[in-house]
């Protein structure tokens, strides 16, 4: 088991926008193509509290992490979401991904 750190820059202005994309439809769209949704965070503080969105994610290995990301690229599904949500102009700025992996000490994740 692999995880992906995620942290979403937005334009100002736009994480309601985005947080109400992941709440309606992303997370489910994940689910679809075998992500696996750990968690979701907001920043407590300025300047980050306005515009990021930090999250997990489960993939069984890299190499499905990679295949998970083309499937949900393609789906129709998300590319009508992310049209219609774009709508009034983008919303994401920039987006962080890390491949992370629990060391021999930490507490065990518990699986879906």
Same mark, same amino acid.
């Given at each position: ?30 689910? !679809?193509?075998?992500?696996? $949704? ?6 407590? *503080? ?5 515009? =990021? ?29 992310? !049209?219609?949500?774009?709508? $009034? ?6 987006? *962080? ?5 629990? =060391? ?9």
């Amino acid at each position: 088991m692999v995880y992906e750190l995620r942290v979403y820059h937005c334009y100002e202005g736009k994480l309601p926008d985005l947080l109400r994309r992941f709440r309606e439809h992303t997370t489910k769209i994940f689910e !679809k193509h075998g992500m696996t $949704n750990v968690a979701y965070w907001l920043p407590m *503080d300025e300047p980050q509290k306005s515009n =990021t969105l930090i999250y997990i994610l489960a993939h069984p290995s890299r190499e499905a992490a990679a295949a998970n990301w083309r499937a949900f690229s393609a789906d129709p599904e998300w590319q009508s979401v992310q !049209k219609a949500s774009e709508a $009034n102009g983008k919303i994401v700025e920039k987006v *962080d991904s890390t491949f992370i992996v629990l =060391t021999d000490f930490s507490p065990k994740i518990q699986s879906p």
